[in-house]
């Protein structure tokens, strides 16, 4: 019997002159732009998925890791962490509209939906939340060491950010502004990338030592499924109509999880590139 694969190459689009290693993606949906890190690189590559060609490259930026799109105000936010900067473009020309500087290892980016302010996870222990019409920063959430992936749930009233050097996901009150909570990862260490699945979760978080997948309960942050996964995990998202969890690791590979009657299934593992 021939079995299907649940992931299939459909185009292939090159990034011209690029050295070193990508990182994370945002997209504009209305032009249909996508949004690439080229960590590697020092640069942000704009494509056109109309064209499938690059149409325009933001050059001298210092290791590019976090890249969101923000619709309302239609600029582009990029979180440098060689510098430490958030900088913001407007998505319709490109032109730099300003800098913050959050001085050192500007990471992951985040929108909460209920204010459309950003999130920015950021140096030795730090989640800065900023206004993006003013450009300024409103607020530090202190944490233990650096944080890696991060959510904000649908309210805008929490925050859960994974702090692998501290061995714990932290749950932030957006509103106070303050750690609230802390769990325990149970043994697993290296918590880098996370996805929310809606207001009530699950929470996926998956681990680098040893390779694993995990579902939290949002409401206790208890452990409710794990299964093994592919190494060096960068990014994890739900797709929810089909019941699936993606995992992109720095092995060279996504795995592919079903979801289904309360069990996660690996099934199948799609080879990319590796990191190396």
């Not at 890791?65 to 958030?86: E, I």
């Not at 929108?111 to 993006?132: F, K």
Request: glycine residues 10%.
């Amino acid at each position: 019997m021939l079995f299907r694969s649940p992931l299939i190459l459909e185009k292939t689009i090159p990034l011209a002159s690029v050295s070193g290693r990508i990182d994370h993606l945002t997209i504009d949906l209305n032009r249909k732009h996508l949004f690439v890190a080229e960590l590697g690189n020092n640069s942000v590559d704009a494509i056109d998925l109309n064209t499938d060609k690059v149409i325009h490259r933001i050059g001298g930026l210092k290791a590019p890791q976090g890249v969101a799109y923000l619709t309302g105000p239609d600029l582009l936010a990029v979180a440098s962490a060689g510098d430490g900067s958030l900088r913001f473009f407007r998505a319709d020309d490109f032109s730099v509209l300003g800098t913050v500087d959050l001085h050192d290892d500007a990471d992951n980016i985040r929108i909460d939906p209920s204010t459309g302010q950003i999130a920015v996870g950021y140096g030795s222990g730090g989640l800065a939340l900023l206004d993006p019409a003013s450009r300024s920063k409103l607020a530090d959430i202190h944490l233990a060491e650096h944080p890696e992936g991060f959510q904000i749930d649908a309210g805008g009233e929490r925050a859960f950010v994974n702090v692998p050097d501290a061995h714990q996901i932290a749950v932030l009150d957006l509103k106070s502004r303050q750690q609230t909570g802390t769990w325990d990862t149970n043994g697993l260490r290296s918590n880098f990338p996370m996805a929310l699945a809606g207001r009530e979760g699950p929470l996926a978080v998956v681990f680098r030592s040893p390779s694993k997948l995990a579902l939290f309960d949002v409401a206790t942050g208890a452990i409710s499924e794990r299964v093994d996964t592919c190494g060096d995990a960068d990014d994890v998202f739900f797709d929810q109509k089909r019941r699936r969890i993606y995992i992109s690791c720095g092995e060279g590979v996504v795995d592919v999880v079903r979801r289904d009657n309360g069990s996660l299934t690996s099934i199948g593992r799609i080879p990319t590139a590796s990191r190396f």
